[in-house]
């Protein structure tokens, strides 16, 4: 069984660029999160995503947006790219909506703004 | 002050030891409790997983949640080499879509 596929592993972006990251969640499954994280403030939650539709939102600007298509394949995508959005950005997903049953989460992407 | 509290200091244990970690939360809403585990270079992998409080055990690795504390905590047992890793606790309430999630330890298991 595949798990959660990031694509691209890994990126540098230059400061004011635009990026796009994708995620494959595990098949059948239809809730995808995404969470940042860095050293400094380990894991914070981005959004989530089930059936096409954003369920919640962490507390991010609005240069961080998302989407998932009808395959439940997800994008996130970060505008005006800031020094301080070097991160590995890591998308998980889950069966149901409710994190409580735990996440699978992919080997991340990881991203630098030079 | 921060939902979930986890003293990010690495740790190094003698191959065989008991390793011991821990996070305090404040939010009274939690109710699951989890811990991953995150090797180099890879997104974190769910390890333990538990319901509101008491004790969970699974091969070498004892969860343990103390919900009047507001305190759980993860013990490795005959700790090995591959234990070697970024161990993080998460959280989360009823019906929520989102993990809290602790900073992390760095656990060396030095053979």
């Known amino acids: 069984k595949a798990g959660v596929t990031q694509t691209p592993r890994y990126l540098i972006k230059t400061r004011g660029q635009q990026v796009t990251l994708s995620c494959s969640p595990i098949?059948?499954?239809?809730?995808v999160s995404w969470y940042q994280q860095t050293p400094g403030q380990g894991l914070q939650f981005l959004f989530e995503y089930f059936s096409e539709t954003q369920r919640n939102k962490g507390n991010f600007p609005g240069r961080f947006s998302g989407r998932q298509f009808s395959n439940s394949r997800s994008e996130m995508n970060v505008s005006t790219l800031e020094l301080g959005d070097s991160a590995l950005y890591l998308c998980a997903s889950s069966l149901v909506t409710a994190a409580n049953y735990g996440y699978t989460f992919g080997s991340g992407t990881r991203l630098t703004v030079v | 002050q921060k939902e979930v509290e986890q003293d990010p200091g690495p740790l190094s244990v003698p191959e065989g030891a008991i390793v011991s970690l821990n996070c305090t939360y404040s939010?009274?809403?939690?109710?699951?409790f989890m811990w991953y585990r995150q090797y180099s270079r890879k997104g974190p992998e769910l390890l333990m997983y538990t319901y509101s409080s008491g004790n969970k055990e699974d091969g070498r690795f004892t969860a343990q949640v103390d919900k009047s504390s507001k305190y759980i905590s993860l013990f490795i047992r005959d700790s090995q080499p591959s234990d070697s890793a970024t161990y993080l606790c998460?959280?989360?309430?009823?019906?929520?879509?989102?993990?809290?999630f602790g900073k992390g330890n760095q656990v060396v298991v030095i053979p």
């Open positions: 939010n009274s809403a939690f109710q699951y």
């Open positions: 998460a959280m989360s309430g009823m019906g929520n879509n989102r993990l809290a």
């Open positions: 098949s059948g499954h239809r809730s």
